[in-house]
């Protein structure tokens, strides 16, 4: 089950890396409808969560039962600077960091799948979770990503 997870999220990670690829500097910084995210914007938080979620995998595999440390996500684009960073290396970023987690993850054993850490709100969860939410993210932003195309 957790292999099928995992290539979910790599599927989805492709389509967005796919989607992403269509941007150029005429279009990217541009909201299709008042108050939604720039095709920039997506990718900025798409980055910093992916970041975000690598290290939780990482964490939960060599440390026994770590702490999840939620994200503030809705700060983000003011306090992280948004209007001043560069969607190229964001969207560098987010390739490099699904290629990085597909190669790590794609080996586990199934004990490694299970291996928990501790969530604020969720409890124990374990590494299969993990990555499934982060498939759905995933998932989510790449359609908001087309959408904003």
């Keep these: 089950m957790s292999q099928e997870i995992l290539s979910e999220y790599f599927q989805h ?4 890396m796919a989607a992403a690829k269509k941007l150029d500097s005429t279009n990217v910084a ?3 409808l008042p108050g939604e995210w720039s095709p920039a914007f997506i990718l900025h938080h798409v980055a910093d969560a992916e970041m ?3 290290i939780r995998y990482f964490n939960a595999l060599t440390i026994d039962k770590p702490a999840v440390i939620p994200f503030e ?3 983000y684009p003011s306090v992280l600077n948004y209007e001043g960073r560069d969607w190229s290396t964001s ?3 987010i390739e490099s960091i699904g290629k990085l987690v597909h190669v790590t993850l794609s080996p586990l054993t199934a004990e490694q799948w299970e291996k928990n850490s ?3 709100e969720a409890g124990e969860v374990s590494v299969s979770f993990l990555i499934g939410k982060a498939r759905n993210h995933m998932e989510s932003h790449t359609q ?3 959408n904003s195309l």
Excluded: G, M, T, V
Excluded at 13 to 16: E, P, S, V
């Design 52 to 54: 975000h979620f690598a």
């Design 144 to 146: 908001q990503l087309i």
């Design 30 to 32: 541009i909201s299709k």
């Design 91 to 93: 969207l560098s970023l």
């Design 73 to 75: 996500e809705d700060l």
């Design 13 to 16: 990670y492709q389509a967005f």
């Design 118 to 120: 501790i969530h604020p």
